[in-house]
């Protein structure tokens, strides 16, 4: 079983293109590029998203399986995870398909989005399937309900399970402002629950992102911290890339510890 790696760099999500940002990656050239620059910078894993030729949200197997590939070659001491992101475009059928049939060993997978739109008999197979696979699925959980389904979801094994790895998202898309160190208090309620501490990590949208993750690391969380999520430094200025975001972050860690 693959554990998160400690700082994932998240360099473009589904939507941001090049009129958001001139140094989002978007081509599998650049994004290789941006992993190697994320990597010397102290990032050791990479979440990673798919572009098609018009620089769409793209989820695609066998397009995955020849990224990855590219992927270890480059940065082989980088863990690399898949994303099986929606995007108002896929439906879980595909989105199944593309985290079994990757090849990839750790996947990123929204609860709402899977067990939230089909029968919840098919979702929690699909976990199973992964499970058996020796995939690691990622829950991503955009609130407490969310957390709430996926107790209902999985396995009463996969739940209580020491692999069990959540990402918890801080904030909106779209909305620099809306997240805060805050909005981690019920999220800490949440994991005091748990038997065994899941493998868990945090991510946050906005101007806050740095502030959000450094509170996170304190309480034992691992960080995801990229221009999916936020292009903005500390201080307010605007990150040149991923890899200047990866090493703010380091840099706040190390003078927090």
Known sequence: MTMLPEIMVAPNGARHGKDAHSAVPITLSEVLDCAEACAQAGADGLHFHLRDEEGAHLLDAGAYREAITELHARVPAMTVQITTEAAGKYEPPLQMDVALGSGCELVSVSIREIAGRQDERISRRFYDQCADAGITVQHILYSIDDLALLRQTLSLEL???????????????????????????????EMRQFEEMPDWMVCAFGRAETDCLVAAHSHGAKLRIGFENSFWNRDGSLALDNAERVRELVQALRENS
């Not at 739940?159 to 208090?185: A, C, I, T």
């Open 159 to 189: 739940l209580l399970s020491p692999n069990l790895q959540l990402l918890w998202v801080l904030g909106k898309y779209g909305d620099e402002n809306s997240s805060s160190p805050e909005l981690l208090d019920p999220i800490l309620k």
